[in-house]
């Protein structure tokens, strides 16, 4: 096999370090870490996918800005406060943040992307940020990309980093990543905040091309809740430190392609299982649909369900409600020629509940993770797609989030 | 006023009889009313609004058919069993259930409407379904109106029933109806089963325009989870008994539309008040809109988010999640140009925090009702949308339905 996983992280590539530090951002008196810094001296490529939300935070505008231009050293994220709905001060209080980081770092503030998570609406801690800039920039090192994957972390209960190595014809490159998800899962361009590394050498509209096809079959295939928000992001960086670049055409970008995505759709999955409130993993998967598009808005109509997610939560077959699901994604399917399976039993076919036997399918669903299948019977195209159930916890959770 | 409520439902407008009746439909030992009839010796005038659901219910079907011809005597109603994803089966049910009371009532099998709610995929229990139809028939009655609300619920509380008379130019006509609710509440074309019945006499083309608008401002304004029902139906039907006829262009014609609006938003209103785990009825009210369909896009796309119906549960004033919903309904808003009201607190305006007072708002938000309005900036339609909160209550109850 061609791409192995590896310890590391988003410092699994070579010439990046990373750091974490506890600077108070929501609460003064609380000391889990809440800044993170991701830094490469090799100047790399930068590639993001953002939120679709018209309402998006400060920091997703500077990435945006800085993400066109193609070029950065530093990715530095804070939790504990969203900078969204923030205006003029909130632009304001990211550009501050990156020439902090530039002056300390002597690079320029356009090369240092920021980003954000936790609570809309509330100005940043400025003192705060800056002092977790500074501890951040002292303590960077290949040693703590754990610590960073934590700093980033809001309702997630674990730190998600994931890294692969990829052989390719003239040697190895690295893929290496972390995020954080936990509610407001669903999005729509990308989603939540991830940042991902590589040590391949790739020109930055490649890059965008191959972050895009990758998210498209991860990030946007999940999740947790309905809400898009107002923050996500993914950001991928490749410095070109392995001293092997990616030509394009070659069968070399397709190999690191698929360690791309493996790195994508491991985060994306365990943004999933770590959803809020998640007692059940469940993948939705739809076949037979006639273009991509249509067997993903199937799968999100089915993976955003109360309905079918309650369900979920309850282990109860109750598959009426995914087949109503189905009816109302917005998508033409004809019922007849709907197939249903849950785990690996048929459930519905040609209008009708199948023959099969109803505590086997409870059986399946008592289980943590298990599949739902559906074949349109519209065309060959397909989509694979993860969701959490609703529980009694998600409820708790966001019932009063900021207390 | 020239709109005035009144007793009596269904049997409010001269004419119409009900009835209900215990059959066990989705339990032989239940003793709880499953069956309603509704009849009007006089032939009516019928309209309907159904599920856009792909996936109808066998008796949506049939209810479509006999609209589209126009006219009936007789409404029969059974909850415990939707009769959806039944296939040929479920179609030929419907048909001998219509024949049933066809023969017994000495009228024509295609003047009979058929109403089913309750569990998908399970074929009905014709022989207790013809048991019921007797009783029906021999129960009819203008006393019966709230056993057959009572007949009629699922999950839902309370019967919803409600009826005014209007004062015509040449006097006073009735509009009386009941609605079941509870969950898989979001309607889009129609909204759950509610009849509804006037007798004022209206031409079958008219009738349907009115029913139209009037749902497109009561029932289509209703969330309780985001699931859209198979068998989602209100049907009205009008049978001149009070001997008067509404003329087309007329201020009467008028007159009755408010009187029909009036009795479809009590019934949508009451439907989310009664929601599942409802403990808040939110009222959002959307202005400045550039068009009622973006109206409705925004108010919609608070009303299910579960974000924003978690800290309507905990009375949480966390308005970024309202303003986040409003930035990924797909309307293309100007976060600068929006204001958003908890109550009468501005919370939000020019894309920052206004100036308020976070205990005001939180001590709003602990009222069982309240308002969310936001301004758009973007015109001057509107629309005013209901929306329930999600509690542990609704995870409970949809966690494990069928047991």
Redesign the interface.
Known sequence: MSIVPIDGGVCASLGFESSAASAGIKNPENKRLDCALVFSKDKATIAGTF??????AAPVLWCQRLCSQGEAHAVFINSGN?N??????GLNDVEQTAEEIATLLKIDKTHVLVMSTG????PLPMDRIKKGVHECVKSLSSENHLNSAKAIMTTDTVPKEYAVAVQLSRGIVRVGGMAKGA??ICP?MATMLSVITTDAGIAKEKLRELLLRAVQKSFNCIAV??????NDSVILLANGASGIAIQSGTQDEELFYQGLLQVCVWLARNIVADGEGATKFVEIKITGADTVDNARKIAKSIA????CK??F??G?P????I??????SG??????KVKLWIGNILV?E????ANYDEKEVAEIMKNKEFVIHADIGMGSEEICYWTSD???D???I??????
């Open positions: 939120t679709t939300n018209r309402v998006k969203a969204a709905c923030t205006g003029e001060r609570v809309i609406g509330v509610g407001m729509n809740d309905n809400d898009m928000s107002t955003v369900s109360q309905l309650t369900a939560f309850g109860d109750n598959w009426g409600r087949l109503c699901a189905i009816g109302y998508v033409p399917v004809e019922p007849e519905f040609k209008g009708l509940p609703l529980s009694y998600y409820v708790k966001n019932a009063d989030y900021r207390t």
